[in-house]
Nanobody, 123 residues
Framework: QAQLAESGGGMVQAGGSLRLTCVGT?????????MGWFRQAEGKEREFVAT????????FYADSVKGRFTISRDNDKDTAYLQMNDVKPEDTAVYYC???????????????WGEGARVTVSA
């Protein structure tokens, strides 16, 4: 059973906005964990999207989403968010929430993964 649960996926038109939510579902101290998002489009490799450190003080983004997506977190709620603005058809993918106590990084070696939320952007 995944320890992270994503929600907020769906269909949106290009240029629109969507917010993904990721909640830690067990009793570990998620406020100690870096959290982030990866995505995988059909037929393509999984790729890094964004990550945020445990305090929310530092965030990092893939060049493809920089300036359009914002990652944030609310440690009181064990929750991370991905605000997606000005979405494009190439943002269509399954988005996975990730977490790791070792800190934020751009590689996919995170210890915890959610089951994914599908985002479809229509032209």
């Amino acid at each position: 059973q995944a320890q992270l649960a994503e929600s907020g996926g769906g269909m949106v038109q290009a240029g629109g906005s969507l917010r993904l939510t990721c909640v830690g579902t067990d009793e570990r101290y998620w406020s100690n964990y870096a959290m982030g998002w990866f995505r995988q489009a059909e037929g393509k490799e999984r790729e890094f999207v964004a990550t945020i450190d445990h305090s929310g003080g530092s965030a990092f983004y893939a060049d493809s989403v920089k300036g359009r997506f914002t990652i944030s977190r609310d440690n009181d709620k064990d929750t991370a968010y991905l605000q997606m603005n000005d979405v494009k058809p190439e943002d269509t993918a399954v988005y996975y929430c990730v977490a790791d106590i070792r800190g934020p990084r751009l590689q996919a070696g995170y210890d915890y993964w959610g089951e994914g939320a599908r985002v479809t952007v229509s032209a």
